[in-house]
């Protein structure tokens, strides 16, 4: 399974776009690339999957490099409702594996 | 309609008891998973299952874990002889069939609230 590397926080303000990249050198070619996000006391929530390219739904868009060792998550104009800890997952399978997230905190 | 649910929400438990966990799947999710997360860490992962069949349990942390599940959904996470090591929350989740939908991606997982395990 690819390992992932994300930062481990990251400050932002309301109104701001909020970019999130995550490293995944070893990506198998029939991995995908998905995005959760965790609120604390509460279970992960799926944001946005991607294979390549670009990726857009209600909430983010996901920017995928020709290469796949990388990823972009993206947050439009992020609240402070969008305080919580974002994971890059890459996955062949059934075995998700989490990594550490990163911790985005939103400031008024 | 009804999500994931965990119970208990929590569970405070002495050394050495065994404690069982329960998830509820969305009713027609086939795939289940189990992970454990400890305070401010990721998630790890334990074990899944398609219906009722457990293909890999390479996961769980230690014999002392098991997991079984009956008619294809509800699921018992079982811990023996509990440790304080074990103390973490205790997530379910649930999918459509592990592995690719029909298009052509992987099936996002739903998650339960968990349940807090602590160990004195």
């Known amino acids: 399974l690819a390992k992932t590397t994300q930062p481990i926080s990251m400050d932002s303000y309301e109104g701001q776009e909020v970019n999130i990249t995550c490293s995944h050198n070893n990506i198998a070619t029939n991995d995908y690339i998905t995005w959760y996000q965790q609120f604390p006391s509460q279970g992960p929530r799926f944001i946005i999957q991607g294979y390549k390219t670009k990726v857009t739904n209600e909430v983010a868009s996901l920017f995928i490099p020709a290469d796949r060792k990388s990823s972009t998550l993206s947050l439009p104009r992020v609240s402070l409702s969008d305080t919580a800890v974002y994971y890059c997952l890459v996955s062949g399978g059934f075995k998700t594996i989490f990594g550490a997230g990163t911790r985005l905190f939103v400031k008024a | 309609g009804a999500g994931v649910s965990q119970s208990p929400s929590n569970k405070v438990t002495e050394k050495g008891k065994d404690v069982e966990l329960r998830c509820d799947p969305i009713?027609?999710?086939?795939?289940l998973y189990w992970y454990r997360q400890s305070l401010g860490q990721g998630l790890e992962f334990l074990i899944y299952?398609?219906?009722?069949?457990?293909?890999?349990k390479s996961g769980l942390p230690s014999d002392r874990f098991s997991a079984e599940r009956t008619g294809g959904s509800v699921s018992t996470l079982t811990i023996q002889r509990t440790q304080q090591e074990d103390s973490a929350v205790y997530l379910c989740a649930s999918s459509q069939p592990a592995g690719l939908d029909s298009w052509g991606s992987y099936n996002e997982q739903f998650f339960g609230p968990g349940t807090r395990l602590t160990v004195l």
């Open positions: 299952f398609q219906g009722n069949s457990a293909p890999d």
């Open positions: 009713s027609g999710h086939t795939a």
